[in-house]
């Protein structure tokens, strides 16, 4: 007799409300922990530091960014406002860096909690049936196989072992995940690094000409350029000056420079005792809290100006190279305190006299006079154009010293009167009875002087992103089983045995078929050695 159960049925468990907001948050952080958005990021910042390649960046040469600006003035400014120079420290790539950080540690803590609870536990059971694996064998033992013996022979081939009753697991291959994970917080490190040197990293460029009198100290305003961290002041910078006392340099017949040395007084202003010391382009200067890097090297001509009331004023002003094969240089001497009345202290304002050049460290014999013939010094030469006029300096508008102001030159304010070549230690006499003298010259050397103290910590993990990429790509995930048991028929203690083994890679392994031989090879050569020692006993 059947029995139908006329109750209603129970209505249905009410689905739990999720809140939207909750849900598009958990799905926006999944997809951005996920290796696939890992990986696009990091495609995006690689993209994203072309620019900062390729366009001058302000933090580096603001010279060149000027100059773009003359170049390209309708281009330049829509650059700008995208941040194209100042790619590093721009909005859009902040956000693309701290997007790949987060990405990545999200990435990894899930994966390492993974892994170590994959270390923690024990290699799985023999399946049962070993013959379907991909890797499979079956021996015959001369004698009953021992389960132990056969874990020995895997231990001392660096396997994880396991033995339950007379089944032996096994497993190898951990270091490709560790590997994996090593790279990825390398990576991590490495971010970490950057944006340690960005922010409490500094970096300045100086020219620095020979003698006494122009030594350099460690300050802001005595810097050509500087960039300072968002974290670092200008009283954090270290104290010391530096003074240049000779620079040698050697060259090959075909005039390529094989050696620039430069040998430097270094007073730490902290209490340390005064040192020389040497260095080169390859070998930087390295102080206890700053490296000092030589860049290149180039010539400072002295010239002395008499004006027409007798009153001497002199000019070092480096000359700019333009030519790293012939080091000519590029350069102004100007003297805005020229011709001032020695009885009434006052000048007219157009009375002011500059002089604008080339020089060659070896002019050629006959002209035009415009390239040096070889970098070192065999015959100093100037080619120089002298002004008079308004420099434009009293208007407090900042300028180069390397060129005058052509706003002058093209209101006519500033006027050329003539123009000489002139040798070193020949005088040269205006139109008004002054004089400007070539007395002598002073080499100096373009140097940088950077601190990054994020630098040794990018060091170590690139080196162990190195090691880590070597063992996620060369290590493989494996396991293997062996089963003692008697044969049809007998026994397990009686006799000989049978040991069926079988084998697995978890990722493709070309050369696991050959492993997998030599592990039932060694197993098997293992058996015979024992029984040979128990008959010697016997």
Same mark, same amino acid.
């Given at each position: 007799m059947?029995?139908?159960?006329?109750r209603?049925?129970?209505?249905?468990?009410?689905?739990?409300?999720?809140?939207?907001?909750?849900?598009?948050?958990?799905?926006?952080?999944?997809?951005? *922990?996920?290796?696939?958005?890992?990986? @696009?990021l +990091?495609?995006l910042?690689a #993209? &994203?530091?072309?620019p $900062?390649s390729?366009l001058?960046?302000?933090g580096?040469?603001p010279?060149?960014v000027?100059?773009?600006?003359?170049d390209?003035?309708d281009?330049?400014?829509?650059l700008?406002?995208?941040?194209?120079?100042?790619v590093f420290g721009s909005?859009?790539f902040?956000?693309?860096?701290?997007?790949?950080?987060?990405?990545l540690?999200g990435?990894?803590l899930?994966?390492?909690?993974d892994?170590?609870r994959?270390?923690?536990?024990k290699?799985?059971?023999a399946?049962?049936?070993?013959?379907?694996?991909?890797?499979h064998a079956v021996?015959?033992?001369?004698?009953?196989?021992d389960?132990e013996?056969i874990?020995a022979?895997?231990?001392?081939?660096?396997w994880r072992v396991?033995v339950?009753?007379?089944?032996?697991?096994?497993?190898?291959?951990?270091?490709?995940? *560790?590997g994996?994970?090593?790279f990825h @917080?390398? +990576?991590?490190?490495l971010? #970490? &690094?950057?944006?340690? $040197?960005s922010?409490?990293?500094?970096?300045g460029?100086k020219?620095?000409v020979?003698?006494?009198?122009?030594?350099?100290?460690?300050t802001r305003?005595q810097?050509?350029?500087?960039?300072?961290?968002?974290?670092?002041?200008?009283?954090?910078?270290p104290?010391?000056?530096?003074?240049?006392?000779r620079f040698e340099?050697?060259y090959?017949p075909?005039g390529q420079?094989s050696r620039?040395?430069?040998?430097v007084?270094?007073?730490h202003?902290?209490g340390?005792p005064?040192?020389?010391?040497?260095?080169?382009?390859?070998?930087?200067?390295?102080?206890r809290?700053?490296?000092?890097?030589l860049?290149?090297?180039?010539?400072?001509p002295i010239l002395?100006?008499?004006?027409?009331?007798g009153r001497?004023?002199t000019?070092?002003?480096?000359?700019?190279?333009?030519d790293?094969?012939?080091?000519t240089?590029e350069?102004?001497?100007?003297?805005?305190?020229a011709?001032l009345?020695?009885k009434?202290?006052?000048?007219?304002?157009d009375q002011q006299?500059?002089?604008?050049?080339?020089?060659?460290?070896t002019?050629?014999?006959?002209?035009?006079f415009?390239r040096s013939?070889?970098?070192?010094?065999?015959?100093?030469?100037l080619n120089l154009?002298?002004?008079?006029?308004?420099?434009?300096?009293d208007?407090?508008?900042?300028?180069?010293?390397y060129?005058?102001?052509?706003?002058?030159?093209d209101?006519?304010k500033?006027?050329?009167?003539?123009?000489?070549?002139?040798?070193?230690g020949?005088?040269w006499?205006?139109?008004?009875?002054?004089?400007?003298?070539f007395?002598?010259?002073?080499p100096y050397?373009?140097?940088?002087?950077?601190?990054?103290?994020?630098?040794?910590?990018?060091l170590g993990?690139?080196?162990t992103?190195?090691?880590?990429?070597m063992?996620?790509?060369?290590?493989?995930?494996r396991?293997?089983?062996?089963?003692?048991?008697?044969p049809e028929g007998?026994?397990p203690?009686?006799?000989?045995?049978?040991v069926?083994?079988g084998?697995?890679p978890?990722?493709?392994h070309?050369?696991?078929?050959?492993?997998?031989?030599?592990?039932v090879?060694?197993?098997?050569d293992?058996?015979?050695?024992d029984?040979?020692?128990?008959?010697?006993?016997?």
């Open positions: 059947t029995t139908v159960d006329d209603p049925a129970a209505p249905p468990a009410p689905r739990r409300r999720v809140n939207p907001v909750v849900a598009l948050l958990r799905n926006s952080w999944r997809q951005l *922990t996920s290796m696939r958005t890992a990986l @696009v +990091l495609f910042l #993209v &994203g530091a072309i $900062g390729v001058p960046q302000r580096v040469s010279e060149k000027n100059q773009w600006y003359v390209h003035p281009l330049a400014p829509r700008d406002q995208l941040g194209m120079f100042e909005v859009w902040s956000a693309i860096y701290l997007l790949l950080f987060t990405s540690v990435c990894i899930p994966r390492a909690r892994h170590v994959a270390l923690l536990m290699p799985p059971a399946p049962k049936r070993l013959d379907r694996l991909p890797q021996l015959e033992a001369p004698a009953a196989a389960p013996a874990a022979v895997l231990r001392r081939r660096r396991v339950r009753g007379n089944e032996v697991s096994a497993e190898k291959g951990y270091l490709k995940e *560790t994996n994970l090593l @917080v390398s +990576l991590v490190a971010l #970490v &690094g950057v944006a340690v $040197g922010w409490y990293g500094w970096h460029n020219l620095l020979a003698g006494a009198e122009n030594a350099f100290c460690n305003q810097y050509a350029e500087v960039s300072l961290g968002p974290r670092v002041d200008s009283a954090d910078l104290p010391f000056c530096l003074t240049l006392d340099a050697g090959l075909s420079p620039y040395q430069a040998t007084t270094v007073d202003l902290d340390q005064t040192e020389t010391a040497t260095f080169s382009v390859n070998s930087p200067l390295r102080l809290s700053a490296n000092v890097y860049l290149g090297h180039g010539f400072t002395k100006y008499t004006d027409k009331y001497a004023q000019s070092n002003t480096p000359f700019k190279t333009i790293d094969a012939t080091l240089g350069g102004v001497a100007v003297f805005p305190d011709n009345d020695p009434t202290g006052t000048r007219a304002s006299v500059a002089f604008s050049g080339i020089y060659l460290p002019a050629p014999d006959t002209g035009p415009v013939t070889w970098p070192e010094e065999r015959n100093p030469t154009i002298a002004y008079r006029g308004n420099l434009g300096m208007a407090g508008i900042p300028g180069s010293v060129e005058l102001d052509q706003r002058q030159i209101k006519g500033l006027k050329q009167i003539d123009t000489k070549v002139l040798r070193l020949e005088k006499t205006l139109d008004d009875g002054s004089t400007l003298e007395v002598a010259t002073q050397i373009a140097i940088s002087i950077r601190h990054a103290p994020g630098q040794t910590l990018m993990a690139c080196a992103l190195l090691l880590g990429l063992g996620s790509l060369f290590a493989r995930r396991r293997v089983w062996f089963r003692v048991s008697a007998g026994s203690t009686n006799g000989s045995s049978l069926a083994a084998g697995l978890r990722t493709e070309p050369g696991f078929a050959d492993e997998f031989a030599q592990l090879a060694a197993v098997s293992d058996g015979r050695d029984r040979r020692a128990r008959e010697g006993d016997e």
